[in-house]
């Protein structure tokens, strides 16, 4: 039997995981994969109701599920909690705690949202990229950190750390996923300035002699912002620390028409996954019953093809959705030319009824 934990978070959370679970129900019958689920506190209300966003029950959970699928968490009203005790923090602890180390962001451009990308449609066509971000060291992890007095002046201070293992373990997990792909892999660093560049710079060249097949690259993080937005298609697999890869990221999400269009995964050393969309908690719509769903949907596909190896399952997911915006059918973010008289706005649980109608006529 496999076990899948659910952590459907704070805000819009609870509502597009409705709609994944709903799909991942439907392949789990329809390809009799066996999958349980539990649902559990994680975030905002977590804290609310445990004064913990990461109660021992549900780290626990975590531990002993082969996979976790969470929606999103956080919010404004949360900002003014300990910072230790904040949302975003037990997102941290959490992937500490299971070593999640790789943060896999593919930014793939669905042909029917070209004309919803920022950028112009010859730029973003055929978009299909993948970011890997390391996820649990860096700047984010570093220490020393923290406010303190210094000469009678607050003083905010954070340490970016890498050490060559943890360097290595991302670098191999990179042209690993380049070997599966079209063999180009780019490293974002910023050697120039950062000591933890050299090492990193280094490091990924090193292990990269053991992939003769893949073409390396290395570009600084500025250069890379602009490329991404100059020449997107330029790029097949990029690999970069934890808060580079974090701002790269959600640039190359706008590519795509919406940040609402993509899914994560965030992988151990075994493959176990936290997947989760890439967007945030956007309280300012929950319960409207207008968030895009297909975030958490495909990343359901992506929970099935990376940890559960259910490539059929996946591949039916990824099949649904594609055929449902070929249909005219868009959430609010997704809609490009509002005047389009062939697209059709559907909320929340209308995509969701959508793609499990597609599902049945996938072959």
Known sequence: ?????????????????????????AVNTRYTLGITTSEHLF??????????????????????????????????????????????????????????????????????????????PELVAGLDMMILRELTSGLYFGE???IELRDGVRTGFN???????????????????AMQRGK???????????????????????????????????????NAA???????????????????GDILSDAAAMLTGSIGMLPSASLDAAGKGLYEPVHGSAPDIAGQGIANP?????????????SLKQADAANAIDAAVSSVLSSGLRCRDITGDVDDKNLSVVGTSGMGDAVLDALNHVA
């Open 294 to 306: 297909l975030a958490t949907i495909l990343s359901v596909s992506m929970m099935l093809r990376y």
């Open 184 to 222: 180009r892999l780019c490293s974002v660093d910023k050697m120039n300035v950062l000591e933890v560049s050299e090492l990193w710079r280094e490091v990924v060249e090193r292990v990269g002699e053991s992939y003769p097949d893949v073409e390396l690259s290395h570009m600084y993080v500025d």
């Open 43 to 120: 975030g905002g209300t977590a804290y609310d109701a445990h004064d913990t966003p990461l109660p021992d029950s549900t780290l626990q959970a975590c531990r002993e599920a082969d996979a976790i699928l969470m929606g999103s968490v956080g919010g404004p009203v949360y900002d003014k909690a300990p910072r230790e005790l904040r949302p975003e923090r037990g997102l941290l602890r959490l992937r500490s705690e299971l070593d999640l180390f790789a943060n896999l962001r593919p930014a793939m451009l669905f042909s029917e949202l070209a004309n919803a990308s920022s950028l112009k």
């Open 1 to 25: 039997m496999t076990s899948v934990a659910i952590l459907p978070g704070d805000g819009i959370g609870p509502e597009i995981v409705h709609e994944a679970k709903r799909v991942l129900d």
């Open 159 to 177: 340490t970016m750390v890498y050490s060559e293992p943890e360097i290595e373990r991302i670098a191999v997990r990179g042209f690993e996923i």
């Open 144 to 146: 020393p950190r923290g």
């Open 226 to 244: 602009m490329q991404l937005v100059r020449a997107p298609k330029q790029f097949d697999v990029i690999v970069t620390g934890n808060i580079f």
